[in-house]
């Protein structure tokens, strides 16, 4: 009973977003679609130089493996070839954004910082 009002009350919430969130689209494209623009034309930029610094501080490190695939891959997650153990250690402990189930991690998180400690 509780979870068929629970649904009653949250299909409408899924079926129609609110109306605010159109309106911020709205206003993006109609008022400031060349600085959205300009931010999309770069984080594909940033991105890339976030490959390249991880892959170079690998490399500098002397850590075993071939570490081209980093900078080979495209988006905003890179998959690691670490273990699904690692990747959980590697968030438990560090706090790194690892996926453990599929072993990627969040690119577009890093920064130049900390490439250093990933």
């Given amino acids: 009973r509780a ?17 605010w969130a159109s309106r911020i689209v709205t ?7 060349q ?12 991105i890339n ?5 991880l892959q170079d501080e690998l490399e500098r490190l002397d850590t075993p493996g071939n570490w081209s695939f980093i900078t080979e891959q ?3 997650f890179s998959y690691t070839g670490l273990t699904a153990r690692q990747c959980e250690l590697l968030g438990t402990r560090h706090h790194v954004g690892y996926s453990g189930v599929v ?3 969040n690119v577009a998180g890093l920064s130049y910082k900390n490439c250093r400690i990933v």
């Fill in 3 to 19: 979870s068929g009002q629970l649904m009653h009350i949250l299909r409408p919430m899924y079926s129609f977003p609110p109306l």
């Fill in 27 to 33: 206003d993006i494209l109609k008022n400031r679609r």
């Fill in 35 to 46: 600085e959205w623009v300009d931010e999309m034309t770069e984080l594909p930029k940033r």
């Fill in 49 to 53: 130089k976030m490959r390249r610094a």
């Fill in 74 to 76: 495209r988006g905003m």
């Fill in 103 to 105: 072993r990627k991690m």
